[in-house]
């Protein structure tokens, strides 16, 4: 019993004093396993340590997340800016005005938007309503297919109307390259002449009022009881079909040029170097880039070859059939009758007559005449056809109708997006891997040939452009011409529509771009003028009251 509860008493004791044997073993063990961790610790780390400087060492390019941020900001500030314009308050104001005579205006202005910066914007404001000003169509040199400078167009006209005297003229409708004959409808007095309905017509009634609608004009001939289209006005394109000469197509028929191919295209080449230095100038701060350039550069084989097709064409009337008649109505106007009389019929060369026209029927017409038969032309539109219509100007986009912007872009003018030009850069790497080198040339050349149509027919519509617009007030009393140095079709939508149009239409611009003002040009340098096709002009009547205003006034 006594030696239990020694055992006991041992046990306790040792539990709560335990003695140094164990002490010491414990103390031991414990220090054993804490220099084994430390020692994998440190066997750890320097390994760790190791690989790293060989990553560092074997892969010097990679880099880290921050590094790659900083080498994309940096190309991103190697591109252009792009300019983005801060929404602002609309601006509208007239810095100048100018009174050419009573109810004829010349006003300087600045206009800008919420979405575009002001530009400056030259107008001409008329009131067409009175008989004292009327707007005049002014063909170069009389003939369908002159050149002239607007200011030059201006001296001739007003040397030889006496009764009438253009104030001020902006240029006109778009012109066909080497032919030089005029796009869209244009009719001058009465007198048609060209005849296309592509674009929008601005028709001017005898009373002076303005429509522009996209009129579709027909030409016919009634001989007996017979009646006959009129294909072309002033030029024949092909053997068959009517066509019918009046006094623009020439003073006598067929019209030759008779000037060689290497001097017509000397003079183009200089004024095309004229033009670039005049623009340089004239519109500084708007200068396109090369890439983006409005001028095309000429092609001497394709100039050379259009120019003989010209002749050509006239060569198919030389031997032809060709009726000389007189009109017996007192003046030609669209949408009227006009009766004539057949004075001769002759083959060759033909003089064109003061009051009347010449008429070439073509190889499969079946129109047959003969001296003293009388006929009826008559030049009708589909819109609007009990109106007499005397003058006409074409031009394209609409860009105001019955109050409304009109200006839209069709699909085929929609430019690329950058996404859309990325996939595609991508899809053209993929599909050129693994072809030869010939191929990647073919496949390059396709490319940039459609990424040009696409770009020049945006550039039309989006790029900041000389400009110059035709528009009409709702109660058809005030006709505006509005020239602006720097503006997308937008833009001038929204000028338009700010100066009080109910309809308007785009006209001819870029270099063509001027506004004579007396003799000077408002829109750039004063004697700027490129050689146009077509101007756009106010008349005031010599001797009237109101011709006296030649002041200038400041806007209160």
């Not at 007095?189 to 009634?205: A, C, M, P, Q, R």
């Not at 006009?338 to 073509?362: K, Q, R």
């Not at 009708?380 to 860009?399: C, H, K, Q, S």
């Amino acid at each position: 019993m006594r030696l239990k509860r020694f055992f006991i008493y041992f046990l306790i004791f040792s539990i709560i004093n335990p003695l140094p044997f164990f002490d010491s073993f414990s103390a031991n063990t414990i220090t054993a396993k804490t220099k084994k961790t430390t020692k994998s610790k440190s066997k750890k780390t320097a390994k760790s340590k190791i690989k790293a400087k060989s990553k560092s060492k074997t892969k010097p390019s990679k880099a880290s997340p921050k590094s790659k941020n900083t080498k994309k900001k940096s190309k991103k500030a190697k591109r252009k800016p792009v300019t983005r314009f801060i929404p602002r308050n609309p601006v509208f104001e007239v810095t100048d005005i100018d009174t050419l005579a009573k109810g004829l205006y010349y006003k300087k202005m600045r206009i800008g938007s919420t979405k575009y910066p002001p530009v400056t914007v030259h107008v001409l404001e008329g009131e067409v309503g009175s008989h004292d000003i009327k707007l005049d169509i002014l063909k170069a040199n009389g003939n369908s297919t002159g050149l002239a400078k607007l200011h030059d167009i201006v001296a001739v006209h007003n040397e030889k109307n006496s009764d009438y005297e253009v104030k001020a003229a902006v240029n006109g409708s778009y012109w066909m390259a080497y032919y030089n004959y005029p796009i869209g409808t244009t009719v001058i007095d009465g007198d048609v002449v060209e005849l296309d309905d592509k674009w929008y017509t601005g028709l001017f009634d005898d009373k002076g009022q303005l429509f522009i609608e996209p009129f579709k004009t027909k030409a016919t001939i009634k001989a007996g009881k017979n009646k006959f289209n009129i294909e072309h006005v002033n030029r024949r394109t092909e053997s068959g079909g009517i066509v019918l000469y009046n006094k623009f197509g020439g003073n006598k028929i067929p019209y030759f040029i008779n000037r060689p191919a290497e001097e017509v295209m000397a003079e183009i080449a200089e004024e095309n170097k004229i033009d670039k230095l005049l623009v340089d100038t004239t519109f500084s701060e708007f200068t396109p880039d090369d890439e983006d350039s409005d001028e095309e550069e000429i092609d001497t084989l394709e100039f050379q070859s259009e120019l003989h097709k010209l002749e050509r064409n006239s060569y198919l009337e030389l031997n032809s059939v060709k009726y000389v008649m007189k009109r017996l109505s007192t003046s030609p106007a669209v949408n009227r009758d006009i009766h004539c009389i057949v004075v001769s019929v002759d083959s060759g060369v033909v003089a064109m007559p003061e009051d009347g026209f010449v008429l070439t029927p073509g190889t499969n017409s079946g129109l047959r005449l003969q001296k003293g038969d009388t006929t009826v032309i008559r030049f009708a539109t589909d819109i609007m056809p009990g109106v007499t219509f005397e003058n006409g100007v074409a031009g394209t986009p609409r860009l105001v109708n019955n109050g409304i912007p009109a200006n839209i872009a069709g699909p085929k003018y929609v430019r690329y997006s950058k996404k859309s030009k990325k996939k595609k850069k991508k899809k053209s790497k993929k599909s050129v891997k693994g072809k030869k080198k010939g191929k990647k040339g073919k496949k390059k050349k396709s490319k940039k040939s459609k990424k040009g149509r696409y770009l020049r027919s945006s550039r039309f519509y989006h790029s900041f452009l000389p400009r110059t617009a035709l528009g009409v007030s709702q109660d058809k009393k005030t006709v505006l011409l509005v020239s602006v140095p720097a503006s997308n079709l937008d833009y001038m939508t929204y000028i338009m529509k700010v100066l009080g149009a109910h309809s308007a239409v785009n006209l001819d611009g870029g270099g063509s771009t001027v506004m004579v003002v007396g003799d000077r040009n408002v829109v750039g340098r004063a004697d700027y003028s490129r050689r146009i096709s077509l101007g756009v002009g106010f008349s005031v009547r010599k001797n009237s009251s109101g011709n006296n205003h030649s002041g200038r006034e400041l806007m209160r």
